[in-house]
């Protein structure tokens, strides 16, 4: 799923103006649903976050590597930065840097002299102040400080809320992150653990994410958690929960590892080199997926089955959302109708109803539900909006029905391989589609994707 967790704590930050030192900035958002967000001249190949964290007092402590490519001739350029983070020291390739400012979520760089298009860049920041989310129309996201511990949730745009990037989807890079905090907190972050250290109270752990990895989806979650090792085949999956919710986990989640057996059967190999669950003791609003993690709050955790369908949408986003990413937010469908299909499948696979059920379910509710959304351009203020999910998802009920089982499972299995982690869009689907229908889908894409009325339930043979 995705957007804020509700879980509202006394925030951390005063709400910090920045301090404006240049006297006009570079903001080129590449998104129009996002257009503060994103920067151009440069591509980032990978983040190398030290992050130091005081749980009790929230005050974070960073340093950034970034490696980069200019794709220009380059003399300044942006990094996005949330103002509560103030940036102390920058450095290029090596050179500190005496001109920078921050102004509205931007970091800006002028260089000493110009890098032509296609050199290294590697920048160095150090920076530290009280993180809080970023608040915006979507809710807030970003870092969160939770009743004992945080939680990171960042889509679309809170990335910016704890460490300086290029915040947007398309630009994937891999990532180290070592974090240290008090000693009697668990963390998880993406990607695999590689080192732990202990001294004086506090300890360090340090995360290698190789994949590429969408900002959006780079994660910290402390809390005093009890780790739990729930499967090794196919896939690893882990568990961070507090103590006192471990029988309730035992019941609410034993079926991941079926979940997952089903999932790698239609989507194929799951993308990434472990799967870990957080279950916040806080309560939160929805869960919200990062890469290689998926958090839940105790609410979801009350020893029935009833979130198993929020479990299946979560980990369905390791493929639709995590490995292939969005390059535009438009495309959100490609993410979130993929997810919520995956709960229909897996309603029939567990035996709590049928995927033709769901779907007639939800056509239902759309069908009485306002028709004023395009689903392939949802807009902004919409991006998120229920409908969204629902009628992606029929969309590829639809789909699944035109062109039938064989061609439609076998073009997941395509899709999945195919856009292995990189960056997606609708016209990718489409096209690839196109090769395993017997038909043309011209009209149907159209009809789905395009057109607001809602097309005839698809009802399968
Ligand atoms: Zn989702």
Not at 62 to 89: E, H, N, Q, S, Y
Not at 114 to 125: D, F, K, N, Q, S
Not at 221 to 249: C, H, N, S, V
């Amino acid at each position: 799923m995705a957007r804020k967790p509700a879980k509202k704590t006394a925030g951390g930050n005063g709400g910090v103006g920045g301090p404006v030192t240049g006297t006009h900035s570079i903001v080129r958002g590449i998104d129009p649903y996002l257009p503060n967000n994103g920067n151009t001249g440069y591509r980032v190949s990978r983040y190398d976050l030290e992050i130091d964290y005081k749980v009790p007092s929230n005050r974070l402590t960073g340093r950034a590597t970034i490696t980069a490519t200019t794709t220009v001739p380059l003399t300044r350029f942006c990094l996005d930065l949330a103002d509560t983070m103030k940036p102390t020291k920058v450095s290029v390739n090596g050179r500190r840097v005496a001109r920078f400012a921050q102004r509205r979520g931007k970091l800006e760089i002028t260089l000493p002299g110009e890098l032509p298009a296609g050199a290294a860049m590697t920048v160095g920041i150090r920076y530290g102040g009280p993180p809080g989310p970023i608040r915006g129309q979507w809710g807030e996201v970003g870092w969160e400080e939770l009743t004992d511990g945080v939680l990171v949730a960042s889509q679309p745009n809170g990335a910016s809320s704890w460490f300086p990037c290029d915040d947007h989807p398309a630009s994937k890079a891999s990532y180290r992150l070592a974090i240290t905090t008090d000693s009697p907190y668990h963390v998880v972050s993406n990607g695999v653990l590689v080192a732990r250290s202990t001294s004086a109270g506090h300890t360090t752990w340090v995360f290698e994410q190789a994949a590429p990895m969408a900002t959006y989806l780079a994660t910290i979650q402390i809390g005093q958690y009890e780790y739990l090792k729930i499967a090794d085949k196919p896939t690893p999956i882990r568990a961070a929960i507090p103590a006192r919710l471990r029988g309730e986990f035992a019941r609410s989640f034993d079926r991941q590892e079926q979940i997952m057996r089903a999932f790698t059967h239609w989507f194929g190999p799951y993308p990434f080199p472990q799967y870990t669950v957080v279950v916040t003791d806080d309560t939160l609003e929805i869960p919200i997926e990062a890469q290689g993690v998926s958090t839940f709050g105790a609410n979801h955790c009350n020893g029935s089955h009833d979130s198993e369908r929020l479990i299946a949408h979560e980990l369905a986003h390791q493929w639709f959302g995590n490995s292939l990413t969005l390059t535009r937010w438009k495309d959100i469908w490609l993410h979130e109708g993929f997810a919520c299909y995956s709960e229909w499948l897996w309603a029939q696979e567990c035996g709590s109803g049928t995927t033709q059920g769901m779907a007639a379910r939800y056509y239902r509710r759309l069908a009485s539900s306002p028709q004023d959304i395009v689903l392939g351009d949802p807009g902004p203020a919409d991006m998120f909006d229920d409908r969204v999910y629902k009628r992606g998802a029929l969309t590829l009920h639809a789909l699944r029905v035109e062109i039938g089982d064989a061609n439609f499972f076998a073009l997941l299995q395509d899709w999945t391989a195919r856009y292995w982690h990189t960056s997606v869009s609708t016209e990718n689907l489409v096209s690839l589609a196109s090769a395993f229908s017997p038909h043309p889908l011209r009209d149907f894409w159209q009809r789905w994707l395009y057109e607001k009325p809602l097309p005839p339930l698809p009802v399968l043979p």
